[in-house]
Structures are given as C-alpha cells and as structure tokens.
C-alpha cells in the first residue's frame, strides 16, 4: 500500500504545470516537469558552488549539502574559494572578492545566480527544492533579501574574523 502511494504522489508531481513565464519558477521547478531534467552525465558540469571555507558558518551548511547529496556525486561540486588555487577565470569571472562579498552558484547552464537565487538553486540541486522556493516565494522574498543582506555583511565579524579583513573582504590567504 505505502508504494503504491508513493507511486501515486511521484506521478502526481510530475503533472504540477511548469512556470515558463517567469525565469525563477523554470529554475525552480525543473524536478516537476517532464521536459526539464537533470542530466548526470560527466559531461555536464552539474551545480558550483563557491563558498568560504574560513567561514565556519558556511562549512557547517556545505558539510550538511554535501551530506544529502553524498549518493548523487556530480550533481554539485563545492568550490572553496579560500584555497590559494581559486581563480575567478575557471567559475565564469567570479572573482574572490565577489565570491567573498556574496554567494555565489553557477548552474548546469553556466548562469551564474548570487545572493538568496543562488541558494534557491544550490538547495533545488541537492533535493532541497522546496526549501528554494519557498525563499524565492514573493511573500518571504523580501525578508530573505534583507537577512541575508545583513548576513553578508556581518559574516567575517560574526565569525571572529574582522581583524584580518578590511572594508568586508579578507586578504586572499597564501598558505
């Protein structure tokens, strides 16, 4: 019995209508519609995200990303921008002070998205699709545009390390 409901909810999803007129719902609603599908071929880049790894904050968020993806590989590669080997050139111009300033995710089209979309397309990317748009929904949108915003701003100071950085972005560590 429990099969055959799940079954049935999985058919279900897959009839929801796709948004094409809107280029967030298309992003955010790939998982649903027939003919938008994820490819896990090694020929396809899958999801990049660039991320802090001086940032406890952030680690502690990618280790758990990187553990509801860990029988998918391929899907997201997790770039840490704070290894001396980061080059901006390699991730579609995103340089360390960018990838520093805000989030960034480039998807399996090479679009580069920042800020809350990037997380909307980090979390669809690991399963997490509805996480992603209820961030993006309109009614809670605005509120997670400001917290992040005050995130972002405040992250190197909240996580113990203002003294080394200067106006918001930290010197590129040479190990």
């Known amino acids: ?42 020929e396809s880049a899958g999801v990049r995200v660039l991320y802090d790894g001086l940032c406890p904050i952030c680690v502690t968020e990618i280790r758990f990303l990187q553990f509801l993806q860990r029988n998918r590989s391929g899907i997201v590669h997790f770039i840490d921008i704070s290894k001396p080997g980061y080059d901006g050139t390699n991730y579609k111009d995103v340089s360390y002070e960018m990838a520093m300033d805000e989030m960034h995710v480039i998807d399996e089209k090479d679009e580069v998205y920042s800020g809350v979309p990037a997380f909307a397309v980090m979390y669809s990317a690991v399963g997490l699709g509805w996480l992603g748009r209820f961030m993006m929904w309109s009614p809670v949108r605005p509120f997670m545009d400001k917290s992040y915003a005050i995130f972002a701003r405040n992250r190197l100071k909240w996580t113990g390390r203002g003294e080394e950085c200067t106006p918001g972005r930290c010197e590129k560590k040479i190990q």
């Not at 799940?6 to 609603?29: H, K």
Request: net charge positive.
């Open 1 to 42: 019995m429990f099969s055959k409901v799940t079954v049935s909810l999985a058919r279900g999803l897959v009839r929801l209508p796709c948004y094409s007129n809107s280029r967030t719902a298309r992003l955010l609603t790939p998982v649903f519609c027939k003919h938008q599908h994820r490819t896990l071929s090694t």
